[in-house]
């Protein structure tokens, strides 16, 4: 009798554990079911020595019915991939990934870096409509989900878009991530588009890394006058993209040359640092001119101080400087990075239309992840760093 009742046990753990592998088969349309992938992941915050490399990571799940699984061919890297790393936003994206704090601290880890993704969609969501199995598709993926340093990486559908014909994988590899968090600042916060951007003069502090060149080139299209700083060795490099004017920084401050120059419309700020001392007075004043700066504090703060006081921190820091700035006739705003499969579909078209190319520094394999996040810690980019996770045309 006990035989019986141990056999009977067994049946039911062996269907109940096959029931909970496949429980994503109910929001999703392929009977396919693998569990574990080949991925670089970090245990622990740390340098480029707690990266590890595993062919047992965990498969991404469908969790939600507008999700789709993407067969990752190549993955752009960026600062914020070495920042994370080292355990920068850590409190922020843990309230993102589990509100409710249900699960432990660490509970992110393995966490999987990177934040761009060029590849094929290999699964879609029973409400996914506008996307199909095996269409190309590129995107930037947000910081609280795994990443593109896998096989495999699991997004919603609202952060995809279809990638541009005329780019390879690599290629287009090096776009979502620049593209999305210009499109945040410019658009979004600096209010340009390509109907009022024609004679405005944008100053871009910083403009031969990734988000710089891609800048570059979408407010050219756009009609604008460009002016960036950069080193005297990249000159040739930014103006190759479409910038009219070119200041060294490597010869001495840059306040003294921009300031001889005509006042601009709006500032974007990838530096950071003593840059808003005297940035703000770059702008026409009393004339809607905006100084927009990538680099804040609302992350720092929050790993700080905590969630309650960091975000109360960011406020009254933001608050106060925009008021201080607003007495002078300029409007000072934070640009945040934003995923957004909307503002690719934007920035596809331009791509198609031959109006911004990809710029690739430098290609890495898959073997060599940690060479490649060497690389972009080391800074003074001349475009992007990507990383070829599989061939063009493999068979998943």
Known sequence: MSSVRHLMNSRCLFHLSKMKICQRRLFSSTKTCRTIMPAWVIDKYGSNEVLRFTRNASFPIINYPNEVIVKVCAAGLNPLDVSMRGGYGAATLSMKRDPLNITQTGSEFPLILGREVSGVIMECGLDVKYFSERDEVWAAIPPWKQGSLAEFVVLSANEVSHKPKCLSHIEAAAIPYVATTAWSALVNTGGLNKDNCAKKRILILGGSGGVGTFVIQMLKAWGAHVTVTCSQNAEQFVRGLGADHVVDYTSGPVEEPLGALEKFDLVLDNIGGDTERWALKLLKPWSGAKYVTLVTPFLQNTDLLGIADGMMQTAATVATKALKHLVNGVHYRWG?????????DEVREMVDAGQI????????????????????????????????????????
């Open 357 to 396: 190319r990809a710029v690739v520094e430098e290609t890495f394999s898959f073997a060599q992840v940690p060479q490649a996040l060497e690389k972009v810690e080391k800074g003074h980019a001349r475009g992007k760093t990507v990383v070829q996770i599989s061939r063009e045309g493999d068979d998943s």
């Open 336 to 344: 945040f990075f934003a995923p957004s499969g909307p503002a690719l």
